[in-house]
């Protein structure tokens, strides 16, 4: 058990809170400070995609998005 703040493996120079800290670590990605964390989702290219007779999907993958039509070759 960590009894301090890890510092973000990003910009080292913030100290990440131990609930954030955990919740990556089970994701097994490295400590990131909230703004450092903001930059890299915000970097990640995403769309919603409405699946068929269903719900919507959150995409993030161009090649997964190219799956869901059949008829697209390329």
Same mark, same amino acid.
């Given at each position: 058990?960590?009894?301090?703040?890890?510092?973000?493996? +990003? %910009?080292?120079?913030?100290?990440?809170?131990? &609930? @954030? =800290?955990?919740?990556?670590?089970?994701?097994?990605? /490295?400590? +990131? %400070?909230?703004?450092?964390?903001?930059?890299? &989702? @915000? =970097?990640?290219?995403?769309?919603?995609?409405?699946? /068929?007779?269903?719900?919507?999907f959150?995409?993030?993958?161009?090649?997964?998005?190219?799956?869901?039509?059949?008829?697209?070759?390329?």
């Amino acid at each position: 058990m960590h009894y301090h703040n890890l510092i973000c493996t +990003t %910009c080292y120079a913030e100290r990440v809170p131990p &609930a @954030r =800290a955990a919740i990556q670590a089970k994701e097994k990605k /490295n400590p +990131t %400070c909230m703004s450092c964390g903001e930059k890299a &989702a @915000r =970097a990640v290219k995403h769309t919603i995609a409405p699946m /068929n007779k269903s719900n919507y999907f959150h995409i993030s993958d161009l090649s997964i998005l190219k799956q869901l039509n059949p008829k697209r070759t390329s």
